[in-house]
């Protein structure tokens, strides 16, 4: 079955700063990549999406990398701010049926210091 | 932040006890999904219901039992649970069918003593 590895385990930069989070899968046949952001006490909030046909997606400070021949996709936080502070968690799916099975990673813990 | 909402939002019971969590949604999805969530691990998927038939047991004891009665609810009970099984328990729904976003519930902080 799908594996799902990512990197680090925790992230710490300064306000103003990029961050970027790594993912790794196993199975060339996952075609979706969500991204979710987890603050503490609160459920998890999809941010990003990316699907297998897209090498790169954009919204407003957050982007997601796509790479299917090294099975990787990374997440990328540009001018972080003290909000941005959360677990981010990355999961693909290989989808079997009719229903979307996620696999996630361990989870990064970002924060940003003012 | 309305579109999954979960019932009780906290939980303790002993390990004799039997209760049942409650999950509803409100977004128009056709599948909905169980998922535990511990310390220091990644979330676990449990069970998937894809237009109210189970698509997937992830290996999970018997002491959790779902049900869907329809596609907007879904219940876990909980019966002779041991204390590693308190975690939060987490609901999802999605449009079902491939490439579609999950949306989250609250969760339901479960202890078991």
């Known amino acids: 079955g799908e594996n799902v590895e990512q990197h680090p385990s925790t992230l710490s930069v300064q306000e103003g700063d990029s961050a970027v989070i790594k993912c790794t899968y196993s199975?060339?046949?996952?075609?979706?990549f969500p991204w979710y952001k987890q603050e503490l006490g609160k459920r998890p909030q999809l941010i990003i999406d990316?699907?297998?046909?897209?090498g790169e997606k954009k919204d407003q400070r957050i982007a997601v990398t796509l790479n299917k021949t090294a099975k990787h996709f990374s997440l990328h936080i540009t001018e972080t701010q003290p909000e941005d502070s959360a677990v981010y968690f990355c999961?693909?799916?290989?989808?079997?049926?009719?229903?979307?099975?996620?696999?996630f990673g361990k989870g990064t813990k970002l924060t940003v210091n003012p | 932040e309305t579109g999954v909402t979960q019932t009780p939002r906290h939980l303790v019971m002993g390990m004799t006890n039997k209760k049942s969590l409650k999950c509803e949604q409100h977004?128009?999805?056709?599948?909905m999904y169980w998922y535990k969530q511990s310390a220091k691990k990644p979330l676990e998927l449990m069970f998937v219901y894809n237009f109210k038939e189970q698509t997937e047991n992830n290996s999970v004891p018997s002491r959790f039992s779902p049900e869907c009665p329809n596609s907007s609810h879904l219940f876990l009970h909980l019966h002779t649970l041991q204390p590693e099984d308190s975690a939060l328990y987490l609901c999802?729904?999605?449009?079902?069918?491939?490439?579609?976003?999950?949306?989250f519930g609250p969760g339901t902080r479960l202890t078991v003593t």
């Open positions: 999802a729904s999605s449009q079902g069918g491939r490439g579609h976003a999950q949306y």
């Open positions: 999961a693909a799916s290989n989808p079997q049926g009719g229903s979307e099975k996620l696999v």
């Open positions: 199975d060339s046949a996952s075609n979706y």
């Open positions: 990316i699907r297998s046909n897209v």
């Open positions: 977004l128009g999805h056709n599948a």
